[in-house]
């Protein structure tokens, strides 16, 4: 079994956009406006990363990305 890749999803607020980086592909930064386009991005850069640093061969190339956002919420006044 391949070894399952860490990816960290952090939510800019700043510029709008999902922020993609991990420790586990070497030179891995990328954005997309929606966690579904960034999950997109990131099945086509993973491998093309992977091979360009030498990793071994496989057919699959599992990952779990985790998102993270912080919000604050407003209660309605009375």
């Known amino acids: 079994m391949h070894k399952i890749l860490f990816i960290r999803a952090e939510w800019d607020a700043e510029v709008g956009v999902w922020v993609a980086t991990s420790d586990d592909v070497p030179g891995l930064a990328t954005e997309a406006e929606t966690l579904e386009g960034l999950s997109s ?38």
């Open 41 to 78: 991005k990131l099945e086509m850069m993973v491998p093309e990363l992977l091979d360009a640093n030498g990793y071994p061969d496989g057919p699959e190339v599992p990952f779990e990305l985790l998102a993270r956002k912080f919000a604050v919420a407003h209660r309605a006044l009375n």
